[in-house]
C-alpha cells in the first residue's frame, strides 16, 4: 500500500476548505491551518450570501469550471445533509448592444445554458422590483442560486474533519519554505511542520505571506448594505440575485431570511487596504452615496435608508482573473488566490483542482488560462 502524500492547505476560508475537503476525499493526509476558524467574516467570504451564476460576463473559459463546481456543490451538500445553496435564478442586466452583454448571450446559447432574455416589459411584468433603461436587456439563468457562504466554509472544513483531515485553527502561518531535499516547511509560532505539497489559499493576505507573486494581486475593501423593501409584495413572484453593468455596476442578492436585500458595488468602489489585520470595518455614512443612487433609479422600492452596513475584502488582479496553479519554479507549492469578486461560486472546483495539482502534479480540467506564471489573459 502506498504511503498517503501530506499536504498542508494554508487558510481555511472559500478556497481551502474545499481544497481540504477534496484532497481528504482523494485520500491525502491533511493538515489545514487558518488565522481565525472556518466561516469566519474578516476576509473575502463573510457577508451571508453569494451568487451563483453559469452565465458569467466576459470569459467562456470558465463554463467548464462552473460546470464541475455545481456538480461538487450538490456532491457537498449530499455528504453533509445541509442546504449550501438555494436555487431561483439570477438575473444579468445592462446593455443590450454592449460586448460583455452580447458575449454572455453567445457563450450562454454556444454551451446550452439554460437561460432566457426578458426585454424591459417582460421584466417589468415578471420582477417589477427592476427598473430597466431605455436599450437595456436582462437575461434570466436559470442554473443561478444563492449560496450561504459561512456555512459552506464550515460545511467543507467539517466534512474533511470526517474525513481525517487536521485543522489547526487560530494558527497563522508565517512562512511556506521549500525544503531542501523535496517537500515543504511550514512555519508557525509552534515550531515548522513538513509537508510533501502545500496549497496555499491565504485569499486577501497573500502579499503578506507570498510577497513574490509573479502578478499584483490588488487587495480592496468591498462595503455591502442591507436594505428593507418599501412594499410588502417585493419577494412575491420570486426575487433572484443580480448583477448589473450599467448605469450602476452593482450586484444584489435577497437575503436568506427573506427580509432585506444585500447590495454591493463594482471595484471602481472599492479603497484599497494596505494591511489585511487592519482592514476597516466601520463603514461611514458618506459611503452610503452611491447606494442611494442606485436605489433611487434601478430599485425604488428599497428603502435607502440601510439596516446594516459591512465591510469585508477581496484580491483583485488586473485581468479579473484569479491565480491558479503551481507557483513559478515550485513543483510542491500551489497558489489560489485573486479571485476579483467573483470566487466564491467556483470554490469546490478550485478544491478538487487543487487536489489534483497537489497529489498528481497536474489537472486535465482547463485552467491554463489561471497559471499564476501568465498574463491572465484567456
Ligand atoms: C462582499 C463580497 C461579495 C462577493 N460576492 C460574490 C458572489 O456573489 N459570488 C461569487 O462567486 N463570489 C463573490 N465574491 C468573491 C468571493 O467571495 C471570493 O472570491 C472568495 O471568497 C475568495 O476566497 P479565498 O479563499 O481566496 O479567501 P478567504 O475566503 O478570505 O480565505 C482566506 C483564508 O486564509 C486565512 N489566512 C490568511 N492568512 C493566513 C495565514 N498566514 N495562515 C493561515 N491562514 C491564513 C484567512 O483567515 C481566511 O480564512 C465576493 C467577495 C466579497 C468580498
Redesign the pocket.
Known amino acids: 500500500m502506498s504511503i498517503p502524500k501530506r499536504v498542508a492547505v ?7 476548505s474545499q481544497a481540504m475537503w477534496r484532497l481528504a476525499a482523494h485520500g491525502a493526509e491533511v493538515v489545514g ?4 476558524a ?1 466561516g ?1 467574516d ?6 451571508e ?4 451564476r453559469a452565465a458569467h460576463l466576459g470569459e467562456p473559459g470558465y463554463i467548464p469550471l462552473l460546470r464541475l463546481a455545481d456538480e461538487l456543490w450538490g456532491q457537498l451538500e449530499a455528504e453533509t445533509g445541509r442546504s449550501l445553496r438555494r436555487h431561483g435564478g439570477s438575473l444579468v442586466m445592462g446593455e443590450a448592444d454592449s460586448p460583455a452583454m452580447r458575449l454572455l448571450l453567445s457563450t450562454s446559447a454556444a454551451h446550452g445554458l439554460d437561460h432566457e432574455v426578458l426585454d424591459r416589459d417582460a421584466l417589468a411584468r415578471r420582477y417589477p422590483q427592476h427598473l430597466l433603461p431605455d436599450g437595456h436587456t436582462a437575461v434570466l439563468d436559470r442554473l443561478g442560486a444563492v ?1 450561504r ?1 459561512e456555512a459552506s ?1 464550515q460545511a467543507a472544513a467539517t466534512r474533511a474533519e470526517q474525513l481525517g483531515a487536521q485543522l489547526r485553527r487560530y ?4 512562512e511556506v519554505v521549500p525544503a531542501a531535499g523535496g517537500g515543504v516547511q511550514i512555519v508557525t509560532d509552534h515550531g515548522t511542520d513538513h509537508v510533501d505539497a502545500a496549497v496555499v ?5 497573500v502579499n ?2 507570498l510577497p513574490d507573486l509573479p502578478r499584483t494581486v490588488d487587495v480592496r475593501r ?1 462595503v ?1 448594505s442591507w436594505h428593507l423593501p418599501t412594499r410588502h409584495d417585493w419577494f412575491a413572484g420570486g426575487a433572484p ?1 443580480f448583477v448589473r453593468s450599467t448605469p450602476h455596476d452593482c ?1 444584489g ?1 435577497p437575503s436568506p431570511d427573506g427580509i432585506s436585500v444585500k447590495l ?1 458595488l463594482s471595484f471602481a468602489r472599492h479603497l484599497p487596504v494596505p494591511e ?1 489585520e487592519r482592514l476597516d470595518r466601520t463603514v461611514r455614512p458618506d459611503e452610503l452615496g452611491t447606494f442611494h443612487e442606485l436605489i433611487r433609479e434601478l430599485m425604488p422600492d428599497l428603502n435607502p435608508d440601510p439596516i446594516r452596513m459591512s465591510a ?4 483583485y488582479t488586473n485581468s479579473g482573473n484569479p491565480l491558479v496553479g503551481h507557483l513559478p519554479g515550485e513543483d510542491d507549492i500551489i497558489v ?2 485573486g ?9 469546490p472546483a478550485m478544491g478538487e483542482i487543487a487536489a489534483d495539482l497537489a497529489l498528481d502534479g497536474h489537472t486535465d480540467h482547463p485552467v491554463d488560462f489561471l497559471a499564476p506564471a501568465g498574463t491572465g489573459a484567456a
Not at 494554508?10 to 481551502?16: D, E, K, N
Not at 491551518?33 to 481565525?36: I, L, P
Not at 474578516?42 to 457577508?47: D, E
Open positions: 494554508i487558510g481555511a476560508g472559500s478556497m481551502g491551518y487558518d488565522r481565525y472556518p469566519h474578516r476576509g473575502a467570504a463573510g457577508g450570501s453569494r451568487i451563483f449560496i457562504p466554509v494558527t497563522p502561518v508565517r489559499t491565504v485569499g486577501p493576505w503578506t505571506l468591498v455591502c440575485s450586484f442578492i454591493g489585511p469585508y475584502m477581496e484580491g489560489m488566490t479571485f476579483s469578486g467573483s470566487g466564491f461560486k467556483l470554490s
